[in-house]
């Protein structure tokens, strides 16, 4: 492992957070089907769960990714059909989002709460 791989930059962590990967070492193959993560990265062996309670930032990132999704569908759809806004198409394209998107997006919200973590967090 080189230098730069040993001592990523805040960016780098992020990055690696967002595609799933590793904050600390960039391997992959952090998850055992889609809902289910490793305890540990099987390439440097960082442990992700540091307490109880630890993945409750992944939650607000999760709801926050979410609901800033649906705020977006509903300012535009409402913007383009104004002064009639349909409201059950809008409903029926706003619900299923919302059902949907937390689970579609789980795997990436705790593995850029790792990353979060560990390049604000973890050295106070």
């Not at 706003?94 to 560990?118: C, H, N, Q």
Request: aromatic fraction near 12%.
């Amino acid at each position: 492992m080189s230098e730069r791989d040993l001592h990523p930059t805040r960016g780098r962590m992020l990055w690696r957070g967002l595609t799933r990967r590793c904050p600390r070492c960039g391997g992959g193959r952090l998850f055992q089907g889609w809902f289910r993560m490793t305890p540990d990265c099987p390439h440097c062996g960082l442990h992700f769960e540091r307490e109880p309670g630890y993945w409750v930032g992944a939650v607000a990132i999760n709801t926050t990714v979410v609901g800033i999704l649906f705020t977006i569908v509903l300012v535009a759809w409402s913007a383009a059909t104004v002064p009639d806004i349909p409201w059950v198409p809008l409903l029926i394209a706003e619900v299923p989002l919302m059902a949907i998107g937390p689970a579609a997006f789980y795997p990436y919200s705790k593995t850029l709460w790792v990353a979060v973590d560990r390049a604000f967090l973890a050295h106070l």
